[in-house]
């Protein structure tokens, strides 16, 4: 088998000469993922595996298998050359879209998008060429995650909402400290992000048991995703990291998580909820134009009704919990300090969880430009007369802190500070002092955040130096970054005030 670096050389170099003729890192990652999973699955019908792998025969357009039609398999897809080739490879995506199970997932919604039979052969022939179940997970995973990262940087494909900066996920894990025979969900899963950070701390930080294992790989994690590409690479981002198996069922349900509580709870949420302040459904009216309407999720169990779409995945999320469940998700500042629905969201989960950190987050470390986001950690507690939370530290990264994408972007390491004061081994609040005025962490105390208007927590005390200190001031390309961020931000206020203004 080649070596690491020939292997990743050589799914790159496939993704550059398709980029070059308009075939995008996204439409490219797609096609991998169908070939890499038909790939798979013959090794895993084959020894040392034999597993008993069931592919159907091409169907026609009522999805009806034809008789003695060739197989949609990997062994037949190698067979064709040429327009035969396309032809097959057409007809295999929409007969296997409409199986069960991880097959059917995968498959869901499938198109081809290399319209070049001779670069389709080439694509398949590089993945023939290795062994793919032989090959560590380190390795399969380095080579996908690299290419859903490229994806996201793709400005145009709108892919970076549904990818979360790694380094960001790694700090989030590392405080919530996932344990063996646990289980994780994410009501947004994106690309899975979340599931393989977690899945990698508890492996290199536990001594594993078969049992513990067993359950690792095919009981931890549950997720939702409703974009249907989003959602096969993130199954075949979990499967690759050895998460899940080849012919079982999927983990990442397909249905929208706000619509209904399922029943089913967990005992941690890690979470990135997507951007965008509502949630909206696209539909055509009789004169045949589209139109955008609102969603409200009308729910028992949401503390209020709205359209925001962040406040009603905290509502959810908080719903998720087990009794002694803890959650960490990533949220806009909006959530801080939007009023009506808003306030009752924020004084009602005080009051049912242990709303114990805030972590400000610096703007220039999402795909998405102008997002200023905070992570929020907290509890959840039995049913009680009186408020369960009783602090809240709050830990600024933002004030004075610069970071782009590119030049500058965010690594574990500059989340270490805030990693080692959060740590609940190391007794979190016997370390964070309370007087530490001109620090990056402060104790706000539950009445004094009541007392606030609105119940705000929207709340930072660090002092601006580049307001104050010209000769401080950061890189020319971080300020223009940091200037088209504010500028972007401030268009999408505008469009959410209009949006408000248009309703009335």
């Given at each position: 088998?080649?070596?690491?670096?020939?292997?990743?050389?050589?799914?790159?170099?496939?993704?550059?000469?398709?980029?070059?003729?308009?075939?995008?890192?996204?439409?490219?990652?797609?096609?991998?993922?169908?070939?890499?999973?038909?790939?798979?699955?013959?090794?895993?019908?084959?020894?040392?595996?034999?597993?008993?792998?069931?592919?159907?025969?091409?169907?026609?357009?009522?999805?009806?298998?034809?008789?003695?039609?060739?197989?949609?398999?990997?062994?037949?897809?190698?067979?064709?050359?040429?327009?035969?080739?396309?032809?097959?490879?057409?007809?295999?995506?929409?007969?296997?879209?409409?199986?069960?199970?991880?097959?059917?997932?995968?498959?869901?919604?499938?198109?081809?998008?290399?319209?070049?039979?001779?670069?389709?052969?080439?694509?398949?022939?590089?993945?023939?060429?290795?062994?793919?179940?032989?090959?560590?997970?380190?390795?399969?995973?380095?080579?996908?995650?690299?290419?859903?990262?490229?994806?996201?940087?793709?400005?145009?494909?709108?892919?970076?909402?549904?990818?979360?900066p790694r380094a960001l996920i790694k700090?989030?894990?590392?405080?919530?400290?996932?344990?063996?025979?646990?289980?994780?969900?994410?009501?947004?899963?994106?690309?899975?992000?979340?599931?393989?950070?977690?899945?990698?701390?508890?492996?290199?930080?536990?001594?594993?048991?078969?049992?513990?294992?067993?359950?690792?790989?095919?009981?931890?994690?549950?997720?939702?995703?409703?974009?249907?590409?989003?959602?096969?690479?993130?199954?075949?981002?979990?499967?690759?990291?050895?998460?899940?198996?080849?012919?079982?069922?999927?983990?990442?349900?397909?249905?929208?998580?706000?619509?209904?509580?399922?029943?089913?709870?967990?005992?941690?949420?890690?979470?990135?909820?997507?951007?965008?302040?509502?949630?909206?459904?696209?539909?055509?009216?009789?004169?045949?134009?589209?139109?955008?309407?609102?969603?409200?999720?009308?729910?028992?169990?949401?503390?209020?009704?709205?359209?925001?779409?962040?406040?009603?995945f905290l509502q959810h999320i908080r719903?998720?919990?087990?009794?002694?469940?803890?959650?960490?998700?990533?949220?806009?500042?909006?959530?801080?300090?939007?009023?009506?629905?808003?306030?009752?969201?924020?004084?009602?989960?005080?009051?049912?969880?242990?709303?114990?950190?805030?972590?400000?987050?610096?703007?220039?470390?999402?795909?998405?430009?102008?997002?200023?986001?905070?992570?929020?950690?907290?509890?959840?507690?039995?049913?009680?007369?009186?408020?369960?939370?009783?602090?809240?530290?709050?830990?600024?990264?933002?004030?004075?802190?610069?970071?782009?994408?590119?030049?500058?972007?965010?690594?574990?390491?500059?989340?270490?500070?805030?990693?080692?004061?959060?740590?609940?081994?190391?007794?979190?609040?016997?370390?964070?002092s309370e007087d530490n005025p001109e620090?990056?962490?402060?104790?706000?105390?539950?009445?004094?955040?009541?007392?606030?208007?609105?119940?705000?927590?929207?709340?930072?005390?660090?002092?601006?130096?580049?307001?104050?200190?010209?000769?401080?001031?950061?890189?020319?390309?971080?300020?223009?970054?940091?200037?088209?961020?504010?500028?972007?931000?401030?268009?999408?206020?505008?469009?959410?005030?209009?949006?408000?203004?248009?309703?009335?």
């Open positions: 088998m080649s070596n690491e670096s020939s292997i990743i050389s050589k799914v790159w170099n496939f993704a550059n000469v398709l980029r070059d003729d308009g075939v995008g890192y996204g439409d490219y990652l797609e096609q991998l993922t169908y070939l890499l999973f038909l790939k798979m699955a013959d090794e895993f019908s084959k020894p040392p595996y034999n597993r008993s792998l069931t592919f159907p025969r091409l169907k026609d357009e009522k999805n009806r298998e034809i008789k003695n039609a060739d197989i949609c398999n990997w062994e037949t897809l190698c067979q064709k050359r040429g327009i035969e080739l396309e032809n097959f490879y057409n007809a295999l995506l929409r007969s296997l879209a409409t199986e069960k199970g991880m097959l059917g997932q995968i498959f869901v919604k499938s198109q081809n998008k290399i319209q070049d039979p001779a670069k389709l052969f080439k694509i398949i022939d590089m993945v023939d060429k290795e062994k793919w179940s032989m090959m560590g997970a380190d390795l399969k995973g380095k080579i996908y995650e690299g290419l859903l990262e490229k994806n996201a940087e793709d400005t145009k494909s709108g892919a970076g909402q549904y990818f979360t700090a989030m894990v590392e405080c919530v400290r996932p344990a063996p025979m646990k289980t994780i969900t994410d009501p947004a899963c994106g690309t899975g992000g979340f599931f393989l950070v977690a899945y990698d701390f508890i492996v290199k930080n536990r001594k594993l048991n078969k049992g513990q294992k067993e359950f690792l790989k095919n009981k931890t994690f549950h997720g939702n995703e409703i974009v249907a590409n989003t959602r096969r690479m993130c199954l075949m981002n979990m499967f690759l990291h050895n998460i899940g198996d080849i012919d079982g069922e999927s983990f990442i349900s397909s249905a929208d998580a706000l619509i209904a509580d399922e029943g089913e709870r967990f005992d941690y949420v890690l979470a990135n909820p997507p951007f965008g302040k509502k949630s909206s459904m696209t539909f055509t009216n009789e004169e045949g134009e589209q139109e955008k309407e609102d969603l409200v999720y009308n729910r028992q169990d949401f503390w209020a009704t709205t359209s925001n779409k962040q406040l009603n719903t998720l919990l087990k009794a002694t469940g803890k959650a960490a998700v990533v949220l806009p500042d909006n959530v801080l300090f939007e009023g009506g629905a808003g306030e009752t969201v924020r004084k009602e989960l005080l009051k049912t969880t242990d709303l114990h950190t805030l972590l400000r987050l610096p703007t220039g470390i999402f795909y998405k430009q102008g997002v200023k986001a905070n992570v929020l950690f907290f509890d959840n507690q039995k049913a009680s007369r009186d408020h369960w939370t009783k602090a809240v530290w709050v830990y600024d990264y933002r004030t004075n802190i610069h970071h782009t994408l590119k030049k500058k972007p965010l690594k574990l390491e500059d989340l270490r500070d805030f990693i080692t004061l959060y740590n609940p081994i190391n007794k979190r609040q016997a370390i964070w620090g990056r962490w402060r104790k706000f105390t539950y009445d004094e955040i009541i007392a606030r208007d609105k119940t705000n927590l929207d709340i930072f005390w660090l002092k601006d130096k580049s307001l104050a200190d010209l000769d401080n001031l950061p890189d020319p390309d971080i300020l223009a970054s940091e200037i088209i961020e504010n500028i972007e931000a401030g268009l999408e206020s505008f469009k959410e005030i209009m949006e408000t203004v248009n309703e009335k």
